[in-house]
Nanobody
Framework: QVQLVESGGGLVQAGGSLRLSCAASGRTFSSYAMGWFRQAPGKEREFVARISRSGSTTYYADAVKGRFTISRDNAQNMVYLQMNSLKPEDTAVYYC?????????????????WGQGTQVTVSS
């Protein structure tokens, strides 16, 4: 069982930056790949970024590639999403998720545990 708690959301102007944090409970954090997803009003939840168990491999959605960076600290049971050059279309609730399966997937139904989400609003 893994419990995830996101923080760091807020209101920012276009072009600004935010860093989201996700704190994980449990002693097996390093056995999970971690991901960030987002859901804008009226839209389906979409993949943002994924990081492997060791942190050596990352994947990004095309919409955020080059602007967002996912990282993790296994000693602190933390995963982060650094978001730069934010755009109004990045406005959404952002969710942290943990994936136990070994097969690499960015599908949301392949992730086992989810946080409650943190709101990010980017004003134009």
């Amino acid at each position: 069982q893994v419990q995830l708690v996101e923080s760091g959301g807020g209101l920012v102007q276009a072009g600004g930056s935010l860093r989201l944090s996700c704190a994980a409970s449990g002693r097996t954090f390093s056995s999970y790949a971690m991901g960030w997803f987002r859901q804008a009003p009226g839209k389906e939840r979409e993949f943002v970024a994924r990081i492997s168990r060791s942190g050596s491999t990352t994947y990004y959605a095309d919409a955020v590639k080059g602007r967002f960076t996912i990282s993790r600290d296994n000693a602190q049971n933390m995963v982060y999403l650094q978001m730069n050059s934010l755009k109004p279309e990045d406005t959404a609730v952002y969710y942290c998720a943990a994936q136990s399966q070994r097969l690499v997937s960015t599908r949301d139904d392949s992730f086992d545990y989810w946080g409650q989400g943190t709101q990010v609003t980017v004003s134009s």
